[in-house]
Protein backbone atom coordinates (compact mmCIF):
# COMPACT_ATOMS: atom_id res chain seq x y z
CA UNK A 1 0.00 0.00 0.00
CA UNK A 2 1.11 3.43 -0.93
CA UNK A 3 2.12 5.69 1.92
CA UNK A 4 -0.39 8.38 0.77
CA UNK A 5 -2.90 5.85 0.64
CA UNK A 6 -2.16 4.30 4.48
CA UNK A 7 -2.48 8.31 5.66
CA UNK A 8 -5.78 8.46 3.94
CA UNK A 9 -7.17 5.71 6.21
CA UNK A 10 -5.38 6.46 9.13
CA UNK A 11 -6.49 10.09 9.22
CA UNK A 12 -10.03 9.53 7.48
CA UNK A 13 -10.52 7.59 10.76
CA UNK A 14 -8.83 9.82 12.96
CA UNK A 15 -11.34 12.34 12.06
CA UNK A 16 -13.66 10.66 12.61
CA UNK A 17 -13.87 9.86 15.60
CA UNK A 18 -12.49 13.47 16.59
CA UNK A 19 -16.02 14.76 15.01
CA UNK A 20 -17.76 11.99 16.93
CA UNK A 21 -16.00 12.56 20.10
CA UNK A 22 -16.82 16.60 19.86
CA UNK A 23 -20.72 15.71 19.41
CA UNK A 24 -20.41 13.94 22.67
CA UNK A 25 -18.77 16.95 24.69
CA UNK A 26 -21.38 19.32 23.10
CA UNK A 27 -24.19 16.60 23.62
CA UNK A 28 -23.16 16.41 27.54
CA UNK A 29 -22.73 20.02 27.40
CA UNK A 30 -25.65 21.06 26.36
CA UNK A 31 -27.55 18.78 28.90
CA UNK A 32 -25.98 20.13 31.85
CA UNK A 33 -26.65 24.12 30.28
CA UNK A 34 -29.89 23.97 29.72
CA UNK A 35 -30.51 22.65 33.39
CA UNK A 36 -28.63 25.34 35.02
CA UNK A 37 -28.56 29.30 35.58
CA UNK A 38 -27.16 31.65 33.03
CA UNK A 39 -23.81 31.86 34.83
CA UNK A 40 -23.31 28.11 35.84
CA UNK A 41 -24.39 27.22 32.01
CA UNK A 42 -21.31 29.51 30.86
CA UNK A 43 -19.12 27.81 33.05
CA UNK A 44 -20.25 24.64 31.51
CA UNK A 45 -19.80 26.18 28.13
CA UNK A 46 -16.00 27.09 29.20
CA UNK A 47 -15.27 23.49 30.02
CA UNK A 48 -16.20 22.31 26.47
CA UNK A 49 -13.87 24.99 24.98
CA UNK A 50 -10.97 24.34 27.28
CA UNK A 51 -11.56 20.40 26.61
CA UNK A 52 -11.09 20.52 23.20
CA UNK A 53 -7.98 23.05 23.46
CA UNK A 54 -9.39 26.14 21.54
CA UNK A 55 -9.71 28.23 24.37
CA UNK A 56 -7.43 30.85 23.14
CA UNK A 57 -8.74 31.08 19.93
CA UNK A 58 -11.90 31.10 21.47
CA UNK A 59 -11.51 34.19 23.36
CA UNK A 60 -9.57 36.20 20.57
CA UNK A 61 -12.83 36.36 18.78
CA UNK A 62 -15.96 36.32 21.64
CA UNK A 63 -16.32 37.84 25.08
CA UNK A 64 -18.49 35.57 26.67
CA UNK A 65 -19.42 32.23 26.50
CA UNK A 66 -23.23 32.19 25.64
CA UNK A 67 -24.23 28.63 24.06
CA UNK A 68 -25.18 29.49 21.08
CA UNK A 69 -22.01 30.91 20.20
CA UNK A 70 -19.75 28.22 21.81
CA UNK A 71 -21.67 25.30 19.66
CA UNK A 72 -21.47 27.25 16.32
CA UNK A 73 -17.49 28.15 17.05
CA UNK A 74 -17.12 24.08 17.19
CA UNK A 75 -19.15 22.97 15.08
CA UNK A 76 -18.70 25.70 12.19
CA UNK A 77 -17.23 29.01 12.79
CA UNK A 78 -14.56 29.93 9.82
CA UNK A 79 -12.25 31.66 12.84
CA UNK A 80 -11.93 28.22 14.06
CA UNK A 81 -9.85 25.94 11.44
CA UNK A 82 -10.82 22.78 13.93
CA UNK A 83 -14.12 23.13 13.44
CA UNK A 84 -16.03 20.07 12.95
CA UNK A 85 -17.02 21.23 9.08
CA UNK A 86 -13.68 21.32 8.56
CA UNK A 87 -13.05 17.84 10.28
CA UNK A 88 -15.84 16.23 7.79
CA UNK A 89 -14.41 17.96 4.62
CA UNK A 90 -10.96 16.75 5.57
CA UNK A 91 -12.39 13.14 6.74
CA UNK A 92 -13.75 13.26 3.32
CA UNK A 93 -10.76 14.08 1.26
CA UNK A 94 -8.87 11.58 3.00
CA UNK A 95 -11.29 8.76 1.84
CA UNK A 96 -11.11 10.04 -1.59
CA UNK A 97 -7.23 9.70 -1.45
CA UNK A 98 -8.16 6.20 -0.08
CA UNK A 99 -11.00 5.64 -2.39
CA UNK A 100 -9.71 1.99 -4.12
CA UNK A 101 -8.93 0.83 -1.25
CA UNK A 102 -12.20 1.13 0.87
CA UNK A 103 -15.40 -0.49 0.24
CA UNK A 104 -18.62 1.37 -1.70
CA UNK A 105 -20.70 0.70 1.09
CA UNK A 106 -17.81 2.68 3.10
CA UNK A 107 -17.20 5.50 1.17
CA UNK A 108 -21.32 5.76 0.23
CA UNK A 109 -21.61 6.43 4.07
CA UNK A 110 -18.74 8.77 4.38
CA UNK A 111 -19.98 11.09 1.38
CA UNK A 112 -23.74 10.96 1.87
CA UNK A 113 -23.23 12.03 5.74
CA UNK A 114 -20.87 14.80 4.67
CA UNK A 115 -23.75 15.87 1.96
CA UNK A 116 -25.83 16.04 4.73
CA UNK A 117 -23.61 17.95 7.38
CA UNK A 118 -22.02 20.48 5.30
CA UNK A 119 -25.69 21.79 4.30
CA UNK A 120 -26.33 21.26 8.10
CA UNK A 121 -23.74 23.26 9.15
CA UNK A 122 -23.71 25.80 6.06
CA UNK A 123 -25.61 28.43 8.42
CA UNK A 124 -25.55 29.30 11.78
CA UNK A 125 -26.98 26.76 14.13
CA UNK A 126 -29.64 27.81 16.69
CA UNK A 127 -30.78 25.99 19.93
CA UNK A 128 -33.70 24.12 17.80
CA UNK A 129 -30.96 22.54 15.57
CA UNK A 130 -27.94 21.59 17.61
CA UNK A 131 -29.42 18.34 18.98
CA UNK A 132 -30.13 17.33 15.82
CA UNK A 133 -26.97 18.30 14.36
CA UNK A 134 -25.45 16.32 17.44
CA UNK A 135 -27.41 13.49 16.62
CA UNK A 136 -26.31 13.20 13.27
CA UNK A 137 -22.46 13.75 14.03
CA UNK A 138 -23.08 10.66 15.92
CA UNK A 139 -24.64 8.44 13.78
CA UNK A 140 -22.48 9.44 11.10
CA UNK A 141 -19.73 7.79 13.27
CA UNK A 142 -22.09 4.66 13.77
CA UNK A 143 -22.61 4.02 10.27
CA UNK A 144 -18.88 4.44 9.16
CA UNK A 145 -17.77 2.25 11.61
CA UNK A 146 -20.35 -0.35 10.79
CA UNK A 147 -19.84 0.06 7.43
CA UNK A 148 -15.97 -0.61 7.73
CA UNK A 149 -16.29 -3.67 10.12
CA UNK A 150 -18.90 -5.35 7.82
CA UNK A 151 -17.82 -5.07 4.55
CA UNK A 152 -13.35 -4.22 4.30
CA UNK A 153 -11.58 -7.09 4.07
CA UNK A 154 -8.96 -7.06 7.56
CA UNK A 155 -6.38 -5.76 5.31
CA UNK A 156 -3.87 -3.03 5.43
CA UNK A 157 -6.27 -0.50 4.90
CA UNK A 158 -8.70 -2.11 7.61
CA UNK A 159 -6.19 -1.66 9.85
CA UNK A 160 -4.31 1.73 9.63
CA UNK A 161 -7.82 2.86 9.60
CA UNK A 162 -8.48 1.18 13.28
CA UNK A 163 -5.27 2.73 14.73
CA UNK A 164 -5.98 6.12 13.19
CA UNK A 165 -9.49 4.97 15.16
CA UNK A 166 -7.44 4.08 18.73
CA UNK A 167 -4.71 6.66 18.81
CA UNK A 168 -7.66 9.81 18.59
CA UNK A 169 -9.87 7.85 21.17
CA UNK A 170 -7.33 7.15 23.41
CA UNK A 171 -6.33 11.22 22.78
CA UNK A 172 -10.69 12.15 23.83
CA UNK A 173 -10.62 9.89 26.54
CA UNK A 174 -7.41 11.30 28.39
CA UNK A 175 -8.26 14.72 27.63
CA UNK A 176 -11.85 14.67 28.89
CA UNK A 177 -10.98 12.95 31.96
CA UNK A 178 -8.00 15.07 33.15
CA UNK A 179 -9.93 18.86 32.19
CA UNK A 180 -13.13 17.50 33.66
CA UNK A 181 -11.44 16.03 36.93
CA UNK A 182 -9.03 19.44 37.42
CA UNK A 183 -12.39 21.41 37.32
CA UNK A 184 -14.70 18.82 39.36
CA UNK A 185 -12.11 17.39 42.02
CA UNK A 186 -9.40 19.98 42.44
CA UNK A 187 -8.06 18.51 45.45
CA UNK A 188 -7.46 14.54 46.11
CA UNK A 189 -9.37 15.34 49.83
CA UNK A 190 -12.68 15.13 47.84
CA UNK A 191 -11.67 11.27 46.07
CA UNK A 192 -14.25 8.86 47.54
CA UNK A 193 -16.26 12.16 49.05
CA UNK A 194 -20.19 12.75 47.89
CA UNK A 195 -20.28 15.39 44.65
CA UNK A 196 -22.43 16.52 41.82
CA UNK A 197 -23.01 13.48 40.59
CA UNK A 198 -24.66 15.28 37.57
CA UNK A 199 -21.28 16.63 36.67
CA UNK A 200 -19.86 13.12 36.32
CA UNK A 201 -22.61 11.64 34.90
CA UNK A 202 -21.32 14.82 32.18
CA UNK A 203 -17.78 13.32 31.96
CA UNK A 204 -19.58 9.78 31.40
CA UNK A 205 -22.03 10.93 28.88
CA UNK A 206 -19.07 12.64 27.21
CA UNK A 207 -17.59 9.58 26.19
CA UNK A 208 -20.69 7.31 25.67
CA UNK A 209 -20.42 5.39 29.11
CA UNK A 210 -22.80 6.61 31.18
CA UNK A 211 -25.16 3.33 31.17
CA UNK A 212 -22.15 0.77 31.00
CA UNK A 213 -20.51 2.40 34.12
CA UNK A 214 -23.79 2.97 35.35
CA UNK A 215 -24.70 -1.25 34.67
CA UNK A 216 -21.33 -2.01 36.36
CA UNK A 217 -21.60 -0.03 39.49
CA UNK A 218 -25.18 -0.21 40.61
CA UNK A 219 -25.38 3.20 39.67
CA UNK A 220 -23.17 4.24 42.13
CA UNK A 221 -21.28 7.31 41.06
CA UNK A 222 -18.18 8.72 42.57
CA UNK A 223 -14.54 9.99 41.28
CA UNK A 224 -12.10 7.08 42.20
CA UNK A 225 -14.51 4.45 40.30
CA UNK A 226 -15.05 6.81 37.12
CA UNK A 227 -11.48 7.20 36.94
CA UNK A 228 -10.82 3.42 37.34
CA UNK A 229 -13.20 2.85 34.58
CA UNK A 230 -12.38 5.14 32.26
CA UNK A 231 -8.45 4.52 32.23
CA UNK A 232 -8.26 0.63 33.38
CA UNK A 233 -11.48 -0.93 32.63
CA UNK A 234 -10.18 -2.94 29.41
CA UNK A 235 -14.22 -3.68 28.86
CA UNK A 236 -15.38 -0.64 28.39
CA UNK A 237 -13.83 0.50 24.25
CA UNK A 238 -12.83 3.64 24.78
CA UNK A 239 -11.23 3.45 28.03
CA UNK A 240 -7.79 4.05 28.11
CA UNK A 241 -6.69 0.58 28.71
CA UNK A 242 -8.95 -0.84 25.48
CA UNK A 243 -7.70 1.77 23.12
CA UNK A 244 -4.32 0.60 23.91
CA UNK A 245 -5.22 -3.20 23.54
CA UNK A 246 -6.73 -2.35 20.48
CA UNK A 247 -3.45 -0.37 19.25
CA UNK A 248 -1.08 -3.20 19.99
CA UNK A 249 -3.28 -5.69 18.09
CA UNK A 250 -3.43 -3.72 14.74
CA UNK A 251 0.44 -2.71 14.75
CA UNK A 252 0.93 -6.16 15.03
CA UNK A 253 -1.04 -7.09 12.33
CA UNK A 254 0.49 -4.35 10.01
CA UNK A 255 4.12 -5.60 11.25
CA UNK A 256 2.78 -9.29 10.31
CA UNK A 257 1.88 -8.18 7.05
CA UNK A 258 5.05 -6.32 6.41
CA UNK A 259 7.37 -8.40 8.17
CA UNK A 260 8.94 -6.37 10.09
CA UNK A 261 8.73 -4.80 13.51
CA UNK A 262 8.85 -0.99 13.41
CA UNK A 263 9.23 1.97 15.74
CA UNK A 264 5.98 2.73 16.80
CA UNK A 265 5.61 -1.49 18.17
CA UNK A 266 8.57 -0.82 20.32
CA UNK A 267 6.99 2.08 21.69
CA UNK A 268 3.83 0.47 22.04
CA UNK A 269 5.47 -2.42 24.14
CA UNK A 270 6.91 0.43 26.46
CA UNK A 271 3.64 2.32 27.36
CA UNK A 272 2.67 -0.84 27.93
CA UNK A 273 4.77 -1.32 30.77
CA UNK A 274 3.17 2.00 31.98
CA UNK A 275 -0.12 0.87 32.21
CA UNK A 276 0.04 -2.69 32.91
CA UNK A 277 -1.00 -3.97 35.97
CA UNK A 278 -1.51 -0.46 37.82
CA UNK A 279 -4.31 -0.24 40.00
CA UNK A 280 -6.32 3.33 40.33
CA UNK A 281 -4.94 4.09 44.14
CA UNK A 282 -1.13 3.63 41.91
CA UNK A 283 -2.63 6.27 39.82
CA UNK A 284 -3.78 8.63 42.29
CA UNK A 285 -0.37 8.42 44.27
CA UNK A 286 1.06 9.06 41.39
CA UNK A 287 -0.79 11.87 40.32
CA UNK A 288 -4.05 11.71 38.00
CA UNK A 289 -2.82 15.05 35.95
CA UNK A 290 0.56 13.85 35.50
CA UNK A 291 -0.43 10.15 34.36
CA UNK A 292 -2.65 11.52 31.62
CA UNK A 293 -0.28 13.62 30.60
CA UNK A 294 2.40 10.87 30.41
CA UNK A 295 0.01 8.85 28.53
CA UNK A 296 -0.95 11.47 26.16
CA UNK A 297 2.51 12.12 25.24
CA UNK A 298 2.84 8.15 24.74
CA UNK A 299 0.03 8.23 22.48
CA UNK A 300 1.29 11.18 20.45
CA UNK A 301 4.63 9.51 19.93
CA UNK A 302 3.29 5.81 18.72
CA UNK A 303 1.01 8.19 16.47
CA UNK A 304 4.41 9.96 14.81
CA UNK A 305 5.85 6.80 15.23
CA UNK A 306 3.54 5.04 12.72
CA UNK A 307 3.42 7.47 10.17
CA UNK A 308 7.54 6.99 9.90
CA UNK A 309 7.43 3.29 9.77
CA UNK A 310 4.67 3.20 7.17
CA UNK A 311 6.17 6.55 5.16
CA UNK A 312 2.86 8.32 5.26
CA UNK A 313 4.40 11.58 3.76
CA UNK A 314 6.53 9.06 0.65
Known amino acids: MLGRTA ?3 FWMFRYLERAENTAR ?4 GLRMALTRDLETAEEEWRSVIATLGQKPLYEATH ?3 EGSSVWN ?3 RDKSNPGNVRQMFAAMRN ?5 RTNISSQVWEAVNENWMKLD ?4 RPVTQGQVGGVVTRLRRTGTQVHGALDGTMLRDEGYHFARAGTFIERAESTARILDMKYYLLLPSLSYVGSSLDSGQWDQVLRSVAGASAYTWLNAGRIDARGIVEFLVLDDRFPRSLAFCRSAQREHLAA ?6 VEGHSNALLREADRDIAGITVEQIFERGLHQFLIDFTARNAAIAQAIGEDYRFLA
Not at 119 to 122: M, P, S
Open 25 to 28: LLDA
Open 119 to 122: TLLA
Open 7 to 9: NGM
Open 94 to 98: NARTA
Open 73 to 75: FVL
Open 254 to 259: LSRMHG
Open 63 to 65: DSY
